[in-house]
């Protein structure tokens, strides 16, 4: 089954930690740019960062880079998230997602999305 | 504020027609593809559009995109209820080097 799996939201207090995990199946994992994505409450969608099909290129949103690490692990179709230095303006559903094609800028498989809650 | 602006709203009669307009500059939609999303409630967005004007297979050819300088435009025929979700449009942004989104623009199908 094709699908993507992100799991790891939780409620955390700011300044703290948090890694998120997307588990994909059913397709070529290692053959495709990933994505998250977030969408804060009754907001609209907000690009955080993106991590090529081998892992040797990231680039992030200004609003997380230097705060968050996107990494992936082609031998397990495992991508991860890691929010370090949480602000309660990180408060989101997180999506990941998968390029449509490597030559092609457009996201045609998501999770459900997982809810990542910074207060105190 | 989103790099790309959509309007908030729009809505049709069912089986009507209805388009949704995204506008930037030549920093994102003047020179790279957009793609479209539809997100019904609760749900992850789904795509719809992408390279401007090309169709996922499984989605109707009810649905169609085009672009011209630095604006894109959805467009939706034969409106269902079911279409009544949120619709946001996408691109990369040269200058950010990075992907920017609309704002998002609800769809109401009266």
């Known amino acids: 089954q094709v699908q993507l799996v992100e799991s790891g939201g939780d409620v955390v207090q700011p300044g703290r930690s948090l890694r998120l995990s997307c588990a994909a199946s059913?397709?070529?994992?290692?053959?495709?740019?990933m994505h998250w994505f977030r969408q804060a409450p009754g907001k609209g969608l907000e690009w955080v960062t993106v991590?090529?099909?081998?892992?040797?290129?990231?680039y992030y949103a200004d609003s997380v880079k230097g705060r968050f690490t996107i990494s992936r692990d082609n031998s397990q179709n495992t991508l991860s998230l890691e929010m370090n230095s949480l602000r309660t303006e990180d408060t989101a559903i997180y999506y990941c997602?998968?390029?449509?094609?490597?030559?092609?800028?457009?996201?045609?498989?998501w999770g459900q999305g997982t809810l990542v809650t910074v207060s105190s | 504020q989103s790099v790309l602006t959509q309007p908030p709203s729009v809505s049709a009669a069912p089986g009507q027609k209805v388009t949704i307009s995204c506008s930037g500059s030549?920093?994102?939609?003047?020179?790279?593809?957009v793609s479209w999303y539809q997100q019904l409630p609760g749900t992850a967005p789904k795509l719809l559009i992408y390279?401007?004007?090309k169709r996922p297979s499984g989605i109707p050819d009810r649905f169609s995109g085009s672009k011209s300088g630095t604006s894109a435009t959805l467009g939706i025929t034969g409106l269902q209820t079911g279409d009544e979700a949120d619709y946001f449009c996408?691109?990369?942004?040269?200058?950010?080097?990075?992907?920017?989104f609309g704002g998002g623009t609800e769809l109401t199908v009266l």
């Open positions: 996408a691109t990369w942004d040269s200058s950010l080097s990075g992907v920017v």
């Open positions: 390279e401007n004007y």
């Open positions: 030549s920093s994102n939609i003047g020179n790279n593809y």
């Open positions: 997602a998968k390029d449509l094609t490597t030559l092609t800028l457009a996201f045609d498989l």
């Open positions: 059913g397709f070529i994992f290692s053959g495709f740019g």
């Open positions: 991590i090529s099909n081998d892992g040797s290129n990231a």
